[in-house]
């Protein structure tokens, strides 16, 4: 309420239209003060670090700019940044501001060097928990009256004592501008209320314009009360005659209507209206127009209309802040520190780099079709998946001679389009070869090399290999390349090793940005055609290993992004297990690619 207050003063220095409607006031001051707050415990918890420090830069600066405003144009005494708790001048709260942008930059300069107090996971639970509280609390303090009091006017000061000597009332921050008149006459009846040695009701109305009449016959019925028992009652506002004539009109007021300073009734209680009780010069409580007391409920005994709160305020707010609070950051930590968990935190790690790389399934005609026929098959992929677009990326490698004609009838935006083979030469007297070129030339994109047919009957040696991938990269193809063991070799538990070597003899010489334009197609030859699969976690271990491979030649980075399918005896029925694996991130389909409701079906794995 006082920052809505405040905001007010703001708002009526820029002459603003609603300067005098609360509500808006009152709602701008609970979400500056919500977001300053969550911001602030973000900041200190290291939740979302990158936003976090984006937005208190972002609240900083327009902050700073707001009190080189006041300082400059002076629209305000106090910024009122803390509330009645600290007051600080004009210069020093820019003062303040410029070593909090200070600060906000040197985060900007390095937001992931902040440590995380809460884990990722549970970050969201400790800022939801942030936000609910601090909005809580605020319809709470709005509703009722602050839960903490830092105004002068406090429960339990001694206003008589302060008026007799204000050097010191300044000193404790007692209340020293207490001071009322009479609307008619003028007359200072400041000591007269404060030498009543019974009880006085003071209704504290700072503007009767703005003022909730909801509860006006609570008031009047109290005022009846305090008649019969000979108590004071009477009002305080800072509304000229007009206001108050208006505010008799509207609830019937019978009590008097004394003057006193606007700021003076706003701090008395932060409520329109509010009521004061005052007995023997001491304040003794107070309400907000929410929790009016009614004699009829409470019974005739003034005394017994309140009870002083037990524990300290301060420290309740905190603990319900904190005991929570305490609990998700424990929690958090002992759950991080369980193995279970590192390895739940660890698969979804995978699973986030797997999202990001490029998902393809990919077919392989091998050597199959006459020429009406791959077309024919084209085609009819070609409509099966503009009809229903697939999740991947989808490619089909076709024997050279189908290459320009398929080009033809296939949109190049939902199918790609590659060979299954080009020569270790650039071009001249090699009958029978074709070029990396020339496959560019036909309008594909893609060839696939290394494929265990052609290194074992056409004895494509690591060095042929290597020859094709430069060429193919050179003609700006993108290249499959082919890896895998033999039968032998895995029983003998030499795959990890025969797989190294194929990497490293054909695509180790590559430079990084080169390698970004391969593709990897684990191919277990026991597993090719013959019906037979490598289990999902035989592929995942493998897929894995050569990840591995990779980022310790072309670092992590390169091994995050590039794409791995599995090849061998993938069909319908098995390719969503296959995909499911974190490091397996589609298939190269031999068999299955010759049918469009089998090459279909493992494409609609990814959906
Ligand atoms: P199959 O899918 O027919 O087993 O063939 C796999 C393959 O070699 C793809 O290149």
């Keep these: 309420m006082g920052m809505a207050y405040k905001l007010e003063a703001y708002a009526e220095a820029l002459a603003l239209p609603f300067a005098h409607s609360l509500l ?7 979400a500056l003060g919500t977001v300053e707050f969550v911001l602030g415990l973000c900041l200190l918890l290291g939740v979302n670090r990158r936003l976090t420090v984006g937005l208190s830069l972002l609240a900083t600066c327009v902050l700073t700019a707001l009190t080189v405003w006041i300082y400059v144009a ?72 602050p839960v903490l009091d830092f105004t002068p006017y406090r429960i339990g000061v001694n206003m008589r004592a302060a008026f007799d000597n204000p050097e010191q009332a300044e000193a404790e921050r007692l209340p020293v501008n207490f ?17 009543d040695t019974s009880y006085t009701f003071l209704l504290t109305v700072p503007r ?27 009002m305080l506002t800072a509304s000229d005659s007009a206001g108050c004539a208006d505010w008799k009109d509207r609830t019937g007021a019978a009590y008097p209507i004394y003057m006193a300073e606007d700021t003076e009734i706003r701090a008395m209680v932060r409520s329109n209206p509010g009521l004061m009780l005052l007995k023997d010069g001491r304040l003794v409580w107070k309400w907000g127009n929410n929790e009016l007391p009614d004699p009829y409920v409470h019974g005739n005994n003034v005394a017994q209309w309140f009870t002083p709160s037990g524990a300290a305020p301060l420290l309740r707010l905190v603990l319900w ?72 990326g989808v490619v089909i490698c076709t024997p050279f001679i189908h290459l320009a004609s398929v080009a033809g009838v296939i949109d190049s935006n939902v199918i ?27 309008g594909a994109d893609y060839v696939i090399l290394g494929h265990s047919e052609r290194r074992a009957y056409y004895h494509e040696t690591a060095e042929i290999l290597k020859e094709k991938v430069n060429l193919a990269l050179a003609n700006s193809l993108e290249v499959i390349f082919c890896i895998g063991e033999v039968l032998e070799e895995r029983e003998a538990g030499k795959q990890n090793e025969v797989v190294k070597a194929q990497l490293e003899g054909s695509l ?42 990779i980022a310790e030649k072309f670092g992590k980075e390169a091994a995050e992004n590039v794409t791995i399918l599995y090849g061998g005896s993938c069909k319908p029925s ?16 031999g068999g299955a690619s010759l049918k469009v409701a089998d090459f279909k079906g493992i494409i609609d794995a990814w959906k």
């Excluded at 698969?347 to 990919?362: D, G, T, Y």
């Excluded at 299954?420 to 036909?442: F, I, Q």
């Excluded at 098995?574 to 389909?589: C, M, S, T």
Aim: glycine share 6%.
């Design 208 to 234: 009767t314009e703005t003022a909730d009449d909801g509860c006006c016959d609570r008031i009047n019925s109290l005022y009846d009360f305090c008649q019969d028992r000979r108590y004071a009652f009477c």
């Design 508 to 549: 180790f010489d590559l430079t990084a940005e080169q390698f970004a334009h391969v593709v990897l197609a684990y191919e277990p030859v026991w597993a090719i055609g013959t019906g037979k699969t490598a289990t999902s976690d035989q592929a995942e271990e493998m897929h894995a290993f050569i990840r591995a491979t």
């Design 416 to 442: 790609g389009l590659g060979a299954e083979n080009c020569a270790d030469k650039v071009k001249g007297a090699y009958t029978g070869e074709v070029s990396a070129e020339m496959v560019k030339s036909t």
């Design 321 to 392: 802040f904190l005991i929570p609070l305490l609990l998700v950051v424990i929690i958090d930590n002992v759950l991080v520190g369980t193995k279970y968990y590192r390895h739940h935190l660890f698969k979804l790690h995978l699973n986030k780099q797997k999202a990001m790389r490029k998902k393809i399934v990919a077919g392989n005609w091998k050597m199959n079709m006459n020429l009406q026929e791959g077309v024919a098959l084209a085609k009819e992929l070609n409509e099966a998946l503009a009809a229903d677009k697939p999740n991947c």
């Design 24 to 30: 808006p006031m009152e709602m701008a001051a609970t």
């Design 74 to 145: 002076e629209p305000v005494q106090d910024c009122g940044c803390f509330g009645e708790a600290i007051t600080l001048t004009n210069g020093q709260t820019l003062a303040k501001n410029v070593v909090l942008l200070v600060a906000a930059l040197c985060l900007l300069y390095r937001p992931l060097a902040m440590r995380r107090v809460v884990s990722e996971r549970f970050a969201w639970l400790a800022s939801t928990y942030a936000w609910c509280y601090t909005i809580a609390l605020a319809i709470y303090t709005l509703h009722y009256i």
């Design 179 to 195: 001071y009322v008149a009479d609307t008619q006459t003028g007359d200072d009846l400041t000591w007269e209320i404060l030498a």
């Design 574 to 589: 098995n390719a969503k297990e296959l995909f499911a694996k974190p490091d397996v991130d589609g298939g190269l389909i």
